[in-house]
């Protein structure tokens, strides 16, 4: 068992190292890029890359799943029943995903298009109270009389 589990650290760590590499070639080829130019030859240029870099790792990725399948299978693990298992768990939670974005968008375009109203009944709003304001402040000035203020009966003794 120590020898199963040993063979797989070093697949792994082999494993690590290539992905590493190979992340590695593709970030120096991007950083390389002139994205000045026309972006959708950048585009295709890069998904050439990536596809032949994808080539020469599907290989070592099937053998190193191959192997990780006989070590457990020697084991007495199930990967497939696990494999099967997490995909239909993903595939449950990318619906529920779908299904909320779905329903959020609707609910910020209902957002949006009650802040539009809001928005014109604010403009329409104000100048009108304005208008009204200053209409009373002149019928005040010139129509209307002015007015005693209300005197307290504190007041109205030290009046007399």
Do not use: C
């Amino acid at each position: 068992m120590k020898k199963l589990i040993t063979k797989f650290q070093k697949e792994l760590l082999h494993l690590q190292e290539s992905l590493q590499k190979e992340s590695s070639d593709i970030l120096n080829k991007l950083t390389h890029l002139d994205l000045k130019e026309n972006l959708d030859s950048k585009r295709k240029e890069l998904e050439k890359i990536i596809e032949r870099k994808y080539k020469t790792f599907l290989p070592t990725a099937n053998r190193f799943a191959n192997e990780l399948r006989k070590i457990a299978k020697t084991a007495g693990i199930d990967i497939d029943k696990w494999e099967k298992t997490m995909v239909h768990t993903a595939d449950v939670v990318k619906k529920k995903v779908v299904k909320n974005v779905a329903k959020n968008k609707a609910k910020i375009a209902k957002g949006k298009d009650r802040l539009s109203r809001t928005i014109k009944a604010v403009a329409t709003v104000t100048p009108k109270k304005k208008v009204v304001k200053k209409k009373v402040a002149a019928n005040m000035s010139s129509k209307a009389p002015q007015r005693k203020a209300k005197t307290t009966k504190s007041q109205n003794q030290t009046e007399a």
